[in-house]
């Protein structure tokens, strides 16, 4: 089972500023960006703005379903789910969490950038 802290400790190690274009940049890989992991009901979730969607807006919020996996390349991390694969972008900073998302019940379960 994934756990919160496997997400966010992949992506420190994994992430790069300076990220290079992959085979994924071509495809339309949904993003998410100003993102939080969550666990809920049992299950790791990411929750952030959804990037490249094609039912939805740029920049809405959204929730993804239970994370399966996560895998890295050339500097990007990537997240999988039962039917999807998003890229995830810049973390969610601790401010903007008090403000965005006031309804987490249990913050001792989720990832808290400084």
């Not at 810049?90 to 808290?112: D, F, G, R």
């Amino acid at each position: 089972m994934v756990t919160i802290d496997d997400i966010t400790g992949f992506f420190l190690d994994n992430s790069s500023d300076s990220r290079k274009v992959t085979k994924y940049d071509f495809k339309g890989i949904l993003t998410i960006e100003s993102w939080v992991v969550l666990e809920q009901k049992g299950k790791v979730i990411i929750k952030g703005r959804i990037h490249n969607h094609k039912k939805h807006p740029q920049g809405v919020n959204i929730s993804t379903s239970g994370v399966k996996g996560y895998f890295s390349e050339r500097g990007r991390v990537y997240v999988t789910t039962k039917n999807s694969i998003y890229e995830l972008g810049q973390p969610l900073n601790e401010v903007e969490l008090v403000i965005k998302v006031p309804e987490l019940q249990n913050p001792e379960k989720m990832t808290i950038w400084n």
